[in-house]
């Protein structure tokens, strides 16, 4: 960066400094980490679900997914696209096409009446759709289902 100033009349030879200025690279690690954390967040798709969770969930096929959500209020979405219920069918068969091996990703809150659930997966095998997951989260190992003594008081 700098070179001790030696009187250049006398014939010295001027030496360079050996040390590295690594502040322009301290720089530039630093935006690059803030442009990473600030787009990692946009990255992630999807509509936020309360999914319920399961004992004896397996992994799901990596194949591009199809995936159907059922929100709180019950209002059905392919991917983050608000689809009606009567096009649901139409557009996954769409989405689909030849591939008959694919497998549709049903989603829904935890929170959703269990009818709509059971609507959606009536009216997707009602057309054809038959190879349909459930997402669900992993159950942790603290937390216990209450039991169905202790849900119903009352109740024989």
């Known amino acids: 960066m700098g070179a001790p100033l030696n009187d250049l009349r006398s014939g010295a030879s001027y030496r360079p400094m050996a040390e590295i200025n690594v502040t322009p690279m301290v720089d530039v690690m630093l935006v690059l980490l803030i442009i990473f954390m600030v787009t990692m967040p946009m990255l992630v798709t999807g509509v936020a679900v309360n999914l319920p969770e399961a004992r004896m969930a397996k992994p799901l096929d990596p194949k591009d997914p199809i995936t159907v959500t059922i929100n709180r209020e019950g209002r059905v979405l392919i991917g983050t696209d608000e689809v009606p219920r009567d096009e649901l069918a139409g557009r996954l068969k769409a989405q689909i096409g030849n ?47 209450p039991d169905a003594a202790s849900a119903a008081p009352g109740q024989p």
């Open 99 to 145: 591939d008959a091996g694919r497998v549709v990703r049903l989603r829904g809150d935890q929170e959703t009446a269990f009818g709509h659930v059971v609507s959606v997966l009536d009216d997707l095998s009602a057309h054809g759709l038959t190879r349909v997951a459930i997402v669900t989260e992993p159950r942790s190992p603290t937390r216990r289902l």
